[in-house]
């Protein structure tokens, strides 16, 4: 579990999936040009989970960004992948709250995992209210 993640859940939350950056992002110009530092900071300090009350997604080393949203408040969450993104296993996250505000998330691992993990949260959750 990512230390952020682990650092912040509410007592009684539990992660149901977590997924971290995708190791193909290694093959762009991005990477070339830094020696692969750029991406190997991003794959360190990227953290994607699914708990039993939330999502949070948390990036950065110095300045962090996250986005913790009760799963109440998720409207949707969309993959997008390509024809090779789906065969290597990544792919992109839209994650969109309540309100309209849309985050885009690019090169996760298992995307489909992560929404079915949020799908299935979600459904428990609501069989619970």
């Known amino acids: 579990m990512g230390r952020y993640v682990s650092k912040h859940l509410m007592p009684g939350e539990k992660v149901a999936f977590e997924t971290r950056l995708s ?15 750029i991406p190997f900071i991003q794959r360190r ?15 950065g080393l110095i300045r962090v960004n996250s986005l913790e949203l009760n799963l109440s408040k998720v409207e949707s969450v969309a993959v997008h992948q390509s024809l090779v993104a789906r065969l290597l296993g990544y792919g992109s996250l839209a994650i969109r709250g309540t309100g309209g505000t849309s985050e885009l998330f690019h090169e996760i691992d298992d995307p489909q995992a992560f929404r079915s993990a949020f799908q299935q949260a979600v459904d428990i959750s609501t069989a619970r209210a």
């Not at 190791?23 to 530092?37: D, E, F, H, P, Q």
């Not at 300090?45 to 990036?59: G, L, Q």
């Open 23 to 37: 190791a193909w992002c290694y093959i762009s110009m991005r990477s070339l040009l830094s020696l692969g530092l």
């Open 45 to 59: 300090t990227r953290e994607y989970a699914v708990t039993n009350k939330r999502v949070i997604i948390k990036s």
